[in-house]
């Protein structure tokens, strides 16, 4: 195997294509190979033992790519199994490979978008009943105030391409509603789950214009840089041809159509078997 491989970069199914797609267009030289394990999404209502275990084989499958790098670009995993593969299955397994989420990127920025303090959080309920967001926006942002609603409707909405449709609305304003009824003056939402990008439009409809709605990709890629510059152990062994690829564990073609939305160009998928 080449000693430089590409960056691995996981959803449950399309929301992590939305942070792929900023983490292409801010490290264009290197490579990235992209999994969606649609097979078994949505992940944001399984127990965090299920949510773990697929994560894990997910993570087990870019280390047999040769990934030394993976980013798990998905709330739930990240909220329910990143801390395990970190502080257990890497450790135990002796591999020089890193695992890293999209929490601990948002939330250490989150403070520093907020003017009033009052920060909204729009997830899966996996995500939010996790308290991950609420416990590192506090180590980070002692004085913010977190709001969280869970959305689990959102995903599958998203995922069966309803979301442009008129059913889709009275969700999104339930759960708009929901978070704002919280407090009147949150003045920042993260969006959350990186499938919600896809709804910006629909959401900039039920929030005012003075709340800003927060996408995570770019925060993300933004991380990704600063992470690689301070780890040059990592970052010498990820390669640089500009290449993509992208494997589903579900029907190809579903992934190339449904993935096209997501990443906002051609997506030419290939199946694994897990
Ligand atoms: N895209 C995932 C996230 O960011 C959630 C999707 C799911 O529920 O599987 O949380």
Redesign the pocket.
């Known amino acids: 195997m080449p000693s430089t491989q590409p960056i691995g970069v996981f ?6 294509l939305t942070v792929l797609k900023s983490l292409v267009e801010k490290l264009p030289a290197y490579d990235f190979i992209y999994l969606g394990d649609n097979a078994r ?6 127990s965090f033992e299920t949510v773990y275990q697929y994560t894990r084989e997910c993570v087990q499958w870019f280390f047999s790519k040769g990934c030394p790098l993976v980013i798990l ?7 329910k199994a990143l801390r395990t593969i970190q502080q257990q299955d890497l450790v135990e397994s002796g591999t020089k490979n890193r695992v890293l989420g ?1 929490i601990r990127p948002t939330t250490e920025m989150a403070g520093l978008l907020s003017k009033t303090g009052h920060v909204g959080i729009l ?2 309920s ?2 939010v009943y996790s308290g991950s967001y609420v416990l590192e926006i506090k180590k980070f942002f002692p004085d913010v105030r977190v709001f969280q609603q869970a959305c689990p409707l959102w ?1 599958p909405l998203i ?1 069966n391409n309803e979301h442009q449709g008129p059913g889709a609305d009275y969700f999104i304003k339930k759960y708009a509603d929901g978070l704002l009824s919280q407090s009147p003056e949150i003045d920042t939402v993260l969006l ?5 990008p896809l709804l910006m439009d629909r959401l900039s409809l039920y929030f005012p214009a003075s709340i800003q709605l927060v996408a995570q990709g770019d925060i993300v890629a933004q991380s990704l840089v600063t992470y690689l510059k301070n780890h040059p152990e990592i970052e010498s062994r990820c390669s640089k041809r500009g290449q993509l690829s992208f494997y589903t564990t579900d029907d190809c073609a579903d992934f190339d159509l449904h993935g096209g939305y997501f990443y906002g160009a051609v997506v030419k998928s290939e199946r694994v078997f897990l």
């Not at 999404?41 to 399984?46: D, F, K, L, T």
């Open positions: 959803d449950s199914g399309y929301g992590g999404a949505p992940y944001g209502n399984r670009a998905c709330n739930t995993s990240s909220a999209v997830a899966t996996g995500t995903v995922e959350a789950c990186t499938h919600y």
